[in-house]
Structure formats: C-alpha cells, structure tokens
C-alpha cells in the first residue's frame, strides 16, 4: 500500500525502482480525492499536473543518480508556510486569496531535496488553537473515532491538525508542522503519528506566517521517529534571512534513530503528575518509563517548579506577540480589505471581517498585555516567568540527558467539547507549553492506545539542540511500543 | 538667559529639548537590503521585508550600526555595548508593519553633550539624552486624488538616528545653534547628510515656558519641523502660545503640534481621545545588539577630526583667529580648502584670501567650494609668488580674478600678462625721475613741509610701473631721493 | 484585575478591531475568565530575575551593507487590494 509507507520505506522503494515517484504521487491525489472532503485535512491541492510534473522529475534524479534526502516523497504542507505562487491563508479569511511571491526558507530546502508538495494544510487560524476548528475553511476532523461511537467527530489536535490528520490517514506520507506551544507535538499525540519540534532557531522562520515570533517553530509530522530525523535534516539549517537562526551545523539526525540509549539518564518531571490527570495518560507514562529503564537508561525523578506558571505566561507572550505580528494584515498591501470611509474604518472592517473571533480575541488580549499601566503586571511579569521557567529545565538537564511526560493531558476530545470555556481548552497545551518557552526540542511518539481506542503520546524533552539524543530515546520508546495502530479512515482501508 | 517672553504677569523664560530625526547614510536599509537612494521612482525601493508581507523578518545592516556608534562617539557620548530593538506599536498608512522598529528601553547611545556658539561669543553646553537607531516610516501623497492618499513605500525602514537633546535649550537661538552645531557634527563624521529640504534630518520641538526658579511646566511636542528657520520660529511662536494660555489663568495640555510656517503659529494635531498607546515591547525578532569593545575602540580611532578640535588646531597651528577658524570649520570641505592654502604658508594671509576673495568670488559665480573654479592647490601657489616677491599683493588680486575667470594656473596668468614684480633699482629709480619732473610742484610743497605727499609720490611711481614695482624698494628709493 | 465594557472598547480600537456591541460583551467575559485564571501569576516570586528576551540563543548578527532587494514593485503591487498606478492607496488622510 503505497500510502501506509514510511518516509525511509518509500525511498527505498524508489531507489529500486520497486515503484516510481509519479506512482506514488498519484496514489496520494486519489486517497486525498477520496478522503479529504470527510477530513479536510487539505485547504488547497495542487493539480495533478503540478503535482505529477514534479513527481517525473523526482523519478529523473533517481534515474540519474542524484536523488536527494527527500526525493519523490509526497508530502503535506502546513498552510502557514508561504509556497510562491500557491495560495497561502494561514486558514484566515483575511489571505484567503493570498498568493505569495516568494518560498519560505524551510519549503524552499524541501524542494531543494527533491520532496513533492501534494498540497497546503489546514490548521487553526494564524496557528491559534489546539483542535483545528477555528480555521476559516473549516475545522480538520480527525480520521480516528472512539470505539463504538463511529458518528461523533473528534479533533485531530492543533494547530497543526490538518498535517496530523493527513499523515495518519495516508493522504501524505509525512507533513511540515510549526508549533508555538504545542501545535506539532499536541496533533501528533492525538493521530497516532510522531511530530517533532526542533530547537528554537533550528529551522528558518523566514517565510512561515508568524503567531509568536519567539516561540514558532518548523518541524516534520512523520510516521516514524527516523523519518522525523530525516525530514528534519531537509528542513533545518542557518538562513541568513531569520535573525535567530542558528549557525549551528545540521547532524545526519537520521541516524541517531537506533542508537543505544543505554546509560543515558531520563528525568521525569514530578510537577507534570498533575492532579486529575487521568488513569489511562497516567498509565501509558508507567509504561514508557517501564519501557526505557528495559532499554538500559536510568530514570530519576527531577523537579521543574514553575511548571503550572508555564501555561499563564504563554497565554500572556504568545497574545502579545501575535497582536503585533498581526498587525500587517491591514488591507492595504495585501489580503481581505474591506472598504469604508476613512482609513481607521477600513483597518477596523477589515480586520473585524477577516478575522476569527478566536485570534480576534488573542489580538485583544495581547493588546491588553502590553497597553500602558499593564505591561509590567503582565508581560515583564510573564517574561521572568520565562527565565524561571528556562532555569528549571537548565537545572534539570546538569542531571539528566532527556524528560519523559505525556504529550498531552488527555486523547483527542470531540468536536465541539471544550470549546465554551477558553481556559479548559488551553489546558491542553499544558505539557508541551514549557519546552516552547524554554526554546528546547521536544519529540512526540505514539505508543499505545486508550480505553476508547484513540491514540496516546509520550514526550521526549532534551537539552538545546540535542536533537540526536531525543531521537535516539524517542526510536527506544518507538521500538517497546511497537505502535501499529491505524486510524479508522485511513487511505488503505477498503473503500 | 537673555532670551525672555514679558508677560503681563512677569517675564517667562522657554525651555526646550529637540528630537532630531537624522537619516543615516547608508547603501542599503536599517532591516532590509531595498536601496536608500533619494528620489527613486514610487515603491522601486521597496523590499518584501519593507512591505511587512506574511513570513518576513528583519536582519540589521552592519553598517547603520556603526553610523550610530560613530555618531555617539562624535557627540562624546556613552556607547551601549548592549542595547535592544523594541517595537513601537501604531497604525497608519505610512507603516507597513502596523509597528516601529526603535529602541526604547536600551538605546544604542547614552548620554552625552554638544557645545554651541551665539552669536555674542558665548559657549553653552547643550546635554544629549541618547540617540537610538529606529525605522523610518513611508511617504504618503495626499494631492494626487480627491479622495485618496497615495503610499510610496521607497523610504520606510530607511535607518535613522533619533539624536535626543536635555531640555537645556533657553532660546530660539541657541536651538538654531544647537542643530547647526549637530548637523556639521554629523556631516564631518559622515553618518548623515543633514539635508533638511529631503528630510534627512528634522526635528521634533518640545517647548514649555516657566517663571525663573519654577519647575518644568507642560510641554507640548511640535513635530516634523523641516528648517532651522521653522524651527526657530516655531519655538517662538509657540512659547507666546503658552504664555497666553498660563496668563488667561488656563493650562496647558500635553499634546503634539504642528507649525504652520505660512501662518507661523503652531497647532494641534491629534486630539486627546486618540491618544496614543505605543505599547512597546522588545521585538522577538531580533535578539539584543551586543557590540565588542575593540569594534567600538577602532570605529574611535578612525573617526575624522571634528569641528571644535580642528578649530582649536587652526588657531594654534596657523596663528588665526578664534573667530576666523570657526568661519573655516563651519564646513569641512572648507577646512580641508584653506589647510591645503595654508600649509607650510602665512595662515593669517591664507584665512584673508580664503574667507575674502575666495568666498566673494565663489558667491558672485554661484559656485560652492566644492566647485571653486579656483584649486586650493593654485590658490596656494599664488600665496607663494607673493611670498617669494614674483608679485605683489595689489598684482595678487588681479592674477586672482584672471584665476576664477580662466581657471589658469597662477604662474601663467602671471606670464602671459607680464605681471611680474619690478624689483630692479635702476628701473625704480627711472620711475622716481619721471614722477619728479611731471610733478614739481607738489616736489616743491613736499620740501616746504608738506610730509603727507609721500604716499602721494609711491602711489604715483607704483603707477608708472603699473603696479609691478616691489613697494618696499620703491619706499625705500623715495626716502632716499626727497630726503636724502 | 479585570476588564469593564469600556476597556475592551479601547483596547478594540487601539488593535483596529471593529466589534459590534454584542461582541463586545461576549469578548469582555472571554477576556476576564482568561485573566481571572492568569492572575495566579501573582504567586511567584521573581525579585531580580531578568526577564527572557527572544530565547537568547545567538547573537545578533548583523548583514554587510549592500543591496540586494527591492525593485520588485509588480509583485508587490500584484497582491495588493487596491492601487493606482505606482502606488498603493488608502481613503484620504488628513493630517
Ligand atoms: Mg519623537
Ligand atoms: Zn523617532
């Protein structure tokens, strides 16, 4: 089944010609032909032809021998990524018609290694949410149901949930993510597939629409831990172009995928066994850290205290940062414009029009934050908060090589369920949140399933940009879990 | 402070502080790597990165940073060797990013000082506050459609220096002083060109008024003032304002103005209820601006030498004036003309023909001293055929004008025209008969006692050597012959 | 701290953000059941912690001083909502 296959498989598969790129591709446009009106993963699919065209050159590099790292490999692109000369909305109504002129560095290295783009994702708009459902075109449903309850639609997680949904239902072999406070790891954990966020300045942010500037981040949305360390190797890299981009040489990230972890030290964070967290997350963590110490490593417990202040400060500085990383979409140079009488009436129409009500209202909160008599209350305040918070991770890590947690506090929820009460969905955020903040990378992997039968995810925390060891952790948990799950809409089962 | 308002309850004095806006010479962007030539055609210079599209980030361009540092340095100010960009939240259309990228909380330049000259002599010292490096904004042309404004985005995120001054400015004149002082500051150092017609420097006025010993009352910003004059004017106009206001028994509110040059009076430009909210925070974009001591050590030893050192050198070096130096300095240019006349020559002679004939004749042929038709280098060259006796001062004049006309070397003109000093006794003496005998009589009432005719007799042998005749032996020839 | 009608009516209007009077409402509750929660921010105790600016990974770098940019008028033009020959346009505006 060409579409099941795994970043590493398919390549192999091309490099013997077992079946060509444009195989390949085709298989993708008919499972998105046939799934995507049901999950509405994709905002916008390329044509066939763009598509295939760029399928025959991949299958001519191969020929020639000069296949690079992600040669021929359909995959899904976040819709918040600007593709030159493919519409780019960021899921707002405000760049719905929104071509840009230029690629974004980290697309831009993906074609260079000779990916095939099958489309652009959904998401939450502008990245602002964890369900996928405030998207202007519509909520992404996840291809997974609870058992017995085939008709009640859950989230695929967000923001990044249209390229979970996509990779875990096979209408992309893997998918670009960004996450801010969790909008790759928290949509893995929920499709069952593997989403890796990078160190902070790893990958470009040069091109990719901004939420909050010192928190997004680019990472791959994969099926396996080696195809994450693969597709991150295509993505990350310096730009000159992004101030705070790292100069720090790429590792081969794949092959840090298999390697022993034996003697490394795992952290388990005791302020993350938060109350009321529930029986079947809780459980799925013993088994992980089960599942390690098995592997050789040394698990110990370590102490992050400001944890619970994680979550307050973000959803201080990720507003404030978006309510003027936002404020370009005026209606003057580009995007929605809606027309009034005087200029302040046209910023005012327009932005109430092509804005959804929830980044209308973390525009409003950031604007709050950071208005004269509030700033210190609030941002300066969060801000040290962040320090604290980047010290109890610096702290932890003189002990220990990487953390283990869940990924999320709960499996996917239903459409619709949390949705009244905004501080209840943040809550979800509340695992991933803190490594965003402290810049450091942060690795989700599916392992097993709840009672409902949806799937679970551990965490796999590290040390600034040491990737490789998170990995090589995140491959041990992979290989004990042996997670083979398939959703229930999934582009092999028999339609 | 001479500089008083007489009221009808007193007299007021004006304390004023200037925000000077000074375009940073540049090749390209503060943030971006668009051009910053002046006068391109409408939105040619303009960079994804200047239009604010989705995605784009900011990358600072070496070169402004040290265009700030340098000009710190000029204005013996501190240099911050870590500083930060925040961003300063507003919208208009002249702004793309619906933000400023400034600096705020930690500016690149701390405190530091300019003294000034008035015009009676008298030196102040006029305190700096910082200057901070911050993006300039668009252009927007209102006249082109009745009911729209046009967007030229060419100079928007152009770097500039926003140089802030101590409200140490007590009259309208010492504020001419101050940005007349700056702007040459500024042009020795070469970080901006101090054009105020272009707008590549203006200044934001901050005036408020005070009975001697009070405290500072409000002060109301008048913005975007393009000349010195304005500038000048504005303070004044703007000052008697206040002092009504004060004097009518009412206050004055805190609030942003603008000068009406045609009606010379200030007014008021944004009302209180849009009140503006900036909300400053540092920009996630770019990460603190952290400068090594040893970049900053040597930006020190490049720098030119500036007006107030190259003055006191010229008064020591070549024995002028203080008056005649500060003429010199006024513009670099200038400094660098009269120190080629002048060295290794009479200074004082140099500074007189420099400041004299020199600018007469640069303003009678509308040139500047940058297109004098007459070199430095040939200029001094006749300074030196005066020296060593080829002609004299009077002749000097005459081989000048042929200069500024024909653009010729002095040697030649004086070649060509026989202009060359007699220095030959027998033909002075020849010269002395022909005077005497044409002038007997006043021969005889020289004799009879009549001493004063003696320049009468010099100026008439200077005359039948047609000026070429060295005056000293003609002086000395004379005396010999009436007195001898 | 918590936010009144006329707060967020500000605040509404200093971000550009036209809302109807409903909405206002609504966004204002939103607003103060977010804030009520981050108010436990209160508790820590950050006497002389610095606050964390970017994620202070790198130094700024700074970019050599030359043009490379720019002259792309077309394409900027192109995605704009409305323009009038070289020139982007907006509805009058009186200074
Ligand atoms: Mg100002
Ligand atoms: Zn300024």
């Given at each position: 089944?060409?579409?099941?296959?795994?970043?590493?498989?398919?390549?192999?598969?091309?490099?013997?010609?077992?079946?060509?790129?444009?195989?390949?591709?085709?298989?993708?446009?008919?499972?998105?032909?046939?799934?995507?009106?049901?999950?509405?993963?994709?905002?916008?699919?390329?044509?066939?032809?763009?598509?295939?065209?760029?399928?025959?050159?991949?299958?001519?590099?191969?020929?020639?021998?000069?296949?690079?790292?992600?040669?021929?490999?359909?995959?899904?692109?976040?819709?918040?990524?600007?593709?030159?000369?493919?519409?780019?909305?960021?899921?707002?109504?405000?760049?719905?018609?929104?071509?840009?002129?230029?690629?974004?560095?980290?697309?831009?290295?993906?074609?260079?290694?000779?990916?095939?783009?099958?489309?652009?994702?959904?998401?939450?708009?502008?990245?602002?949410?964890?369900?996928?459902?405030?998207?202007?075109?519509?909520?992404?449903?996840?291809?997974?149901?609870?058992?017995?309850?085939?008709?009640?639609?859950?989230?695929?997680?967000?923001?990044?949930?249209?390229?979970?949904?996509?990779?875990?239902?096979?209408?992309?072999?893997?998918?670009?993510?960004?996450?801010?406070?969790?909008?790759?790891?928290?949509?893995?954990?929920?499709?069952?597939?593997?989403?890796?966020?990078?160190?902070?300045?790893?990958?470009?942010?040069?091109?990719?629409?901004?939420?909050?500037?010192?928190?997004?981040?680019?990472?791959?949305?994969?099926?396996?831990?080696?195809?994450?360390?693969?597709?991150?190797?295509?993505?990350?890299?310096?730009?000159?172009?992004?101030?705070?981009?790292?100069?720090?040489?790429?590792?081969?990230?794949?092959?840090?995928?298999?390697?022993?972890?034996?003697?490394?030290?795992?952290?388990?964070?005791?302020?993350?066994?938060?109350?009321?967290?529930?029986?079947?997350?809780?459980?799925?963590?013993?088994?992980?850290?089960?599942?390690?110490?098995?592997?050789?490593?040394?698990?110990?417990?370590?102490?992050?205290?400001?944890?619970?202040?994680?979550?307050?400060?973000?959803?201080?500085?990720?507003?404030?940062?978006?309510?003027?990383?936002?404020?370009?979409?005026?209606?003057?140079?580009?995007?929605?414009?809606?027309?009034?009488?005087?200029?302040?009436?046209?910023?005012?129409?327009?932005?109430?029009?092509?804005?959804?009500?929830?980044?209308?209202?973390?525009?409003?909160?950031?604007?709050?934050?950071?208005?004269?008599?509030?700033?210190?209350?609030?941002?300066?305040?969060?801000?040290?908060?962040?320090?604290?918070?980047?010290?109890?991770?610096?702290?932890?890590?003189?002990?220990?090589?990487?953390?283990?947690?869940?990924?999320?506090?709960?499996?996917?929820?239903?459409?619709?369920?949390?949705?009244?009460?905004?501080?209840?969905?943040?809550?979800?955020?509340?695992?991933?949140?803190?490594?965003?903040?402290?810049?450091?990378?942060?690795?989700?992997?599916?392992?097993?399933?709840?009672?409902?039968?949806?799937?679970?995810?551990?965490?796999?925390?590290?040390?600034?940009?040491?990737?490789?060891?998170?990995?090589?952790?995140?491959?041990?948990?992979?290989?004990?879990?042996?997670?083979?799950?398939?959703?229930t809409l999934h582009a092999g089962a028999g339609a | 402070m001479s500089?008083?308002?007489?009221?009808?309850?007193?007299?007021?004095?004006?304390?004023?502080?200037?925000?000077?806006?000074?375009?940073?010479?540049?090749?390209?962007?503060?943030?971006?790597?668009?051009?910053?030539?002046?006068?391109?055609?409408?939105?040619?210079?303009?960079?994804?990165?200047?239009?604010?599209?989705?995605?784009?980030?900011?990358?600072?361009?070496?070169?402004?940073?040290?265009?700030?540092?340098?000009?710190?340095?000029?204005?013996?100010?501190?240099?911050?060797?870590?500083?930060?960009?925040?961003?300063?939240?507003?919208?208009?259309?002249?702004?793309?990013?619906?933000?400023?990228?400034?600096?705020?909380?930690?500016?690149?330049?701390?405190?530091?000082?300019?003294?000034?000259?008035?015009?009676?002599?008298?030196?102040?010292?006029?305190?700096?506050?910082?200057?901070?490096?911050?993006?300039?904004?668009?252009?927007?042309?209102?006249?082109?459609?009745?009911?729209?404004?046009?967007?030229?985005?060419?100079?928007?995120?152009?770097?500039?220096?926003?140089?802030?001054?101590?409200?140490?400015?007590?009259?309208?004149?010492?504020?001419?002083?101050?940005?007349?002082?700056?702007?040459?500051?500024?042009?020795?150092?070469?970080?901006?060109?101090?054009?105020?017609?272009?707008?590549?420097?203006?200044?934001?006025?901050?005036?408020?008024?005070r009975k001697a010993g009070e405290p500072f009352r409000t002060r109301?910003?008048?913005?975007?003032?393009?000349?010195?004059?304005?500038?000048?004017?504005?303070?004044?106009?703007?000052?008697?304002?206040?002092?009504?206001?004060?004097?009518?028994?009412?206050?004055?509110?805190?609030?942003?103005?603008?000068?009406?040059?045609?009606?010379?009076?200030?007014?008021?430009?944004?009302?209180?209820?849009?009140?503006?909210?900036?909300?400053?925070?540092?920009?996630?974009?770019?990460?603190?601006?952290?400068?090594?001591?040893?970049?900053?050590?040597?930006?020190?030893?490049?720098?030119?030498?500036?007006?107030?050192?190259?003055?006191?050198?010229?008064?020591?070096?070549?024995?002028?004036?203080?008056?005649?130096?500060?003429?010199?300095?006024?513009?670099?240019?200038?400094?660098?003309?009269?120190?080629?006349?002048?060295?290794?020559?009479?200074?004082?002679?140099?500074?007189?023909?420099?400041?004299?004939?020199?600018?007469?004749?640069?303003?009678?042929?509308?040139?500047?001293?940058?297109?004098?038709?007459?070199?430095?280098?040939?200029?001094?060259?006749?300074?030196?055929?005066?020296?060593?006796?080829?002609?004299?001062?009077?002749?000097?004049?005459?081989?000048?004008?042929?200069?500024?006309?024909?653009?010729?070397?002095?040697?030649?003109?004086?070649?060509?025209?026989?202009?060359?000093?007699?220095?030959?006794?027998?033909?002075?003496?020849?010269?002395?008969?022909?005077?005497?005998?044409?002038?007997?009589?006043?021969?005889?009432?020289?004799?009879?006692?009549?001493?004063?005719?003696?320049?009468?007799?010099?100026?008439?042998?200077?005359?039948?050597?047609?000026?070429?005749?060295?005056?000293?032996l003609v002086n000395e020839a004379l005396q010999a012959r009436l007195?001898? | 701290?918590?936010?009144?009608?006329?707060?967020?009516?500000?605040?509404?209007?200093?971000?550009?953000?036209?809302?109807?009077?409903?909405?206002?409402?609504?966004?204002?509750?939103?607003?103060?059941?977010?804030?009520?929660?981050?108010?436990?921010?209160?508790?820590?105790?950050?006497?002389?912690?610095?606050?964390?600016?970017?994620?202070?990974?790198?130094?700024?770098?700074?970019?050599?001083?030359?043009?490379?940019?720019?002259?792309?008028?077309?394409?900027?033009?192109?995605?704009?909502?409305?323009?009038?020959?070289?020139?982007?346009?907006?509805?009058?505006?009186?200074?």
């Amino acid at each position: 089944m060409l579409t099941g296959l795994t970043l590493t498989e398919a390549r192999a598969g091309l490099a013997a010609r077992t079946f060509s790129a444009r195989e390949l591709a085709k298989a993708h446009l008919d499972a998105i032909a046939r799934l995507n009106p049901t999950l509405n993963a994709y905002i916008t699919v390329l044509p066939e032809e763009t598509v295939l065209a760029q399928a025959d050159a991949a299958d001519a590099r191969y020929a020639a021998g000069t296949a690079g790292l992600m040669d021929g490999l359909p995959i899904g692109i976040k819709d918040l990524f600007c593709t030159k000369d493919v519409r780019t909305t960021a899921a707002s109504a405000i760049l719905a018609e929104f071509v840009p002129p230029y690629e974004s560095t980290v697309t831009a290295k993906l074609l260079k290694e000779g990916a095939v783009f099958l489309g652009k994702t959904n998401l939450d708009e502008f990245a602002m949410g964890s369900a996928n459902t405030s998207s202007a075109f519509g909520a992404t449903t996840s291809p997974w149901r609870r058992t017995g309850e085939p008709d009640v639609a859950l989230v695929p997680g967000g923001s990044s949930g249209g390229s979970s949904a996509a990779v875990a239902a096979g209408l992309a072999l893997a998918a670009t993510g960004t996450d801010t406070g969790g909008s790759i790891r928290q949509p893995a954990a929920y499709c069952g597939i593997v989403g890796l966020k990078p160190t902070y300045g790893r990958c470009s942010r040069w091109g990719v629409i901004a939420y909050a500037s010192s928190l997004d981040q680019a990472g791959p949305m994969t099926r396996s831990v080696a195809d994450a360390g693969l597709m991150l190797e295509a993505m990350a890299g310096f730009d000159e172009r992004d101030s705070t981009s790292s100069s720090r040489p790429v590792p081969a990230f794949h092959k840090a995928v298999g390697k022993s972890v034996k003697g490394l030290k795992v952290g388990i964070p005791t302020e993350y066994r938060a109350p009321g967290l529930p029986e079947d997350v809780l459980a799925m963590w013993e088994q992980g850290i089960a599942w390690l110490r098995e592997a050789g490593c040394e698990v110990v417990d370590v102490s992050l205290p400001h944890t619970r202040y994680g979550l307050t400060s973000y959803y201080i500085i990720a507003p404030a940062e978006c309510s003027s990383n936002l404020a370009r979409y005026d209606g003057i140079r580009f995007g929605k414009r809606v027309d009034a009488p005087s200029l302040d009436a046209v910023y005012e129409a327009s932005r109430a029009a092509g804005f959804g009500a929830e980044v209308r209202s973390r525009i409003l909160m950031g604007t709050y934050v950071l208005s004269a008599g509030y700033y210190d209350a609030y941002y300066l305040k969060a801000q040290k908060v962040r320090t604290l918070i980047r010290r109890d991770f610096e702290q932890a890590f003189e002990n220990v090589d990487v953390l283990l947690t869940p990924t999320a506090p709960s499996a996917a929820f239903a459409q619709g369920e949390n949705q009244n009460d905004p501080v209840q969905m943040y809550l979800n955020d509340i695992f991933t949140v803190p490594a965003s903040l402290a810049g450091i990378p942060g690795l989700s992997v599916p392992v097993g399933l709840n009672n409902a039968g949806l799937p679970l995810g551990l965490q796999v925390l590290g040390r600034h940009f040491d990737e490789e060891t998170v990995l090589s952790v995140g491959g041990a948990l992979e290989a004990a879990a042996g997670f083979a799950h398939r959703p229930t809409l999934h582009a092999g089962a028999g339609a | 402070m001479s500089y008083v308002i007489e009221g009808q309850t007193g007299l007021w004095e004006i304390v004023v502080g200037l925000e000077v806006h000074a375009q940073v010479i540049s090749h390209s962007k503060l943030f971006s790597g668009a051009s910053t030539t002046f006068g391109g055609d409408p939105n040619t210079q303009v960079s994804l990165v200047d239009a604010a599209f989705p995605g784009m980030l900011p990358v600072i361009n070496h070169t402004c940073v040290a265009q700030a540092i340098r000009t710190g340095l000029g204005l013996n100010a501190q240099i911050n060797l870590t500083s930060r960009f925040d961003r300063k939240n507003y919208f208009y259309a002249d702004l793309p990013q619906g933000y400023q990228i400034s600096q705020f909380e930690h500016p690149i330049v701390g405190t530091g000082t300019i003294s000034i000259e008035l015009a009676n002599g008298e030196t102040r010292s006029i305190g700096i506050t910082r200057l901070h490096l911050e993006q300039d904004a668009g252009k927007l042309l209102h006249d082109q459609d009745p009911t729209k404004s046009f967007v030229d985005l060419n100079r928007a995120g152009v770097a500039l220096m926003e140089i802030v001054s101590e409200p140490d400015i007590r009259a309208p004149e010492e504020a001419g002083a101050y940005l007349r002082k700056l702007r040459q500051i500024l042009r020795y150092l070469g970080t901006c060109d101090g054009n105020m017609e272009e707008g590549s420097m203006r200044a934001d006025v901050n005036v408020s008024v005070r009975k001697a010993g009070e405290p500072f009352r409000t002060r109301c910003e008048i913005k975007n003032v393009n000349s010195i004059r304005f500038v000048m004017q504005a303070i004044e106009a703007e000052a008697a304002r206040q002092v009504e206001i004060w004097e009518n028994g009412g206050t004055v509110d805190q609030e942003t103005r603008l000068f009406d040059h045609t009606k010379g009076e200030t007014r008021t430009m944004r009302s209180k209820e849009d009140a503006h909210d900036y909300r400053y925070f540092p920009d996630p974009d770019l990460l603190p601006l952290v400068l090594e001591q040893d970049w900053v050590d040597s930006l020190r030893a490049a720098l030119p030498e500036l007006p107030d050192a190259k003055r006191a050198r010229f008064q020591q070096e070549y024995g002028i004036t203080f008056y005649d130096a500060g003429v010199l300095v006024a513009e670099q240019a200038v400094a660098d003309y009269y120190e080629t006349v002048a060295r290794g020559r009479d200074g004082k002679l140099a500074v007189s023909w420099v400041t004299g004939d020199l600018f007469a004749a640069l303003n009678r042929t509308s040139n500047t001293i940058e297109t004098s038709p007459v070199s430095a280098a040939s200029l001094g060259k006749m300074l030196d055929l005066i020296a060593d006796g080829t002609i004299n001062g009077k002749i000097a004049k005459e081989v000048f004008e042929d200069m500024v006309e024909t653009g010729e070397a002095p040697e030649a003109i004086v070649e060509r025209k026989g202009l060359r000093q007699v220095t030959d006794t027998g033909a002075i003496d020849a010269a002395i008969t022909s005077v005497l005998d044409k002038n007997a009589d006043k021969l005889a009432e020289y004799r009879s006692g009549k001493d004063k005719l003696f320049g009468f007799f010099v100026g008439q042998v200077m005359k039948e050597t047609k000026g070429k005749a060295n005056p000293a032996l003609v002086n000395e020839a004379l005396q010999a012959r009436l007195n001898g | 701290m918590s936010l009144d009608l006329a707060t967020t009516r500000r605040i509404a209007k200093l971000a550009r953000i036209g809302l109807e009077d409903a909405e206002l409402e609504a966004t204002t509750l939103k607003l103060n059941t977010i804030l009520g929660w981050i108010d436990q921010l209160a508790e820590v105790n950050v006497d002389g912690v610095p606050p964390m600016v970017g994620t202070e990974t790198e130094a700024l770098r700074q970019r050599e001083d030359v043009v490379t940019d720019g002259n792309c008028r077309d394409a900027l033009l192109a995605c704009a909502p409305e323009t009038a020959g070289p020139f982007y346009t907006v509805p009058k505006v009186v200074e």
